[in-house]
């Protein structure tokens, strides 16, 4: 079952190694490949929501967002800078190359040496905005055959509505709620043998949860 990690000097330690590698990650696609790129934590990472199902690996999960390129549209390239850059970033703190996936390039599972063994790994998505701050995911569609996969833009789920309701939850201080909820829901995914459900979906559905019953908070 899964529980909320409460080591926070552990969390602390793999976010900030998480973080400069992805600053290693930008710096190389700049400068390799003159493409320009920032990086947020996303999904559980940035909302200390971050759970782990027993002694099982936990991950961060990144967006990597390019801001200027020569051609938005080859994303083929872009794909391919982004995963020798990142390979190159990996191997400067001594990680072993990504895995390239549909929708995000995976790092091997890795564990500090000293204290907490847990072991974490990264998901990064590529990802771009339009002129309407829609989000847009770079994505690999695999065909068994290297040149023929095709990779594309698919626009992301809108998040905007669930901002405001999380921010009108954290001003009545209310946090908790959608904290209990959203464990209730991963557990509830994980006894029905549901993996279609990933932790960004589950907290929409713990925030929404939490926001349509607020007419019932004490």
């Known amino acids: 079952m899964f529980d909320y990690v409460e080591d926070k000097k552990f969390l602390s330690r793999m976010r900030s190694l998480c973080g400069e590698i992805m600053q290693d990650f930008c710096h190389y696609l700049k400068e390799d490949y003159d493409i320009g790129a920032v990086f947020f934590l996303v999904g559980s990472g940035a909302r200390n929501l971050i759970v782990q199902n027993a002694s099982l690996p936990i991950d961060l999960d990144y967006n990597l967002e390019i801001v200027r390129c020569e051609d938005f549209e080859d994303c083929r390239f872009l794909k391919e800078c982004a995963r020798k850059s990142f390979n190159k970033a990996l191997k400067e703190h001594g990680w072993g190359d990504c895995d390239d996936s549909t929708s995000s390039l995976t790092t091997k599972k890795v564990h500090f040496v000293e204290d907490n063994p847990t072991e974490f790994s990264m998901d990064v998505c590529i990802v771009c905005r339009d002129t309407k701050e829609h989000f847009y995911r770079l994505k690999l569609k695999k065909t068994g055959f290297t040149y023929l996969d095709e990779y594309y833009w698919n626009e992301a ?10 921010k009108y939850i954290k001003k009545r201080g209310k946090w908790q709620l959608v904290r209990a909820q959203y464990l209730d829901i991963k557990n509830r995914y994980l006894r029905q043998n549901d993996h279609d459900h990933p932790s ?4 929409i559905e713990a925030v929404n949860n939490v926001y349509n019953a607020r007419m019932n908070w004490k």
């Open 157 to 166: 789920p809108h998040s905007a509505g669930i901002q405001k309701k999380a």
């Open 200 to 203: 960004f979906i589950c907290y």
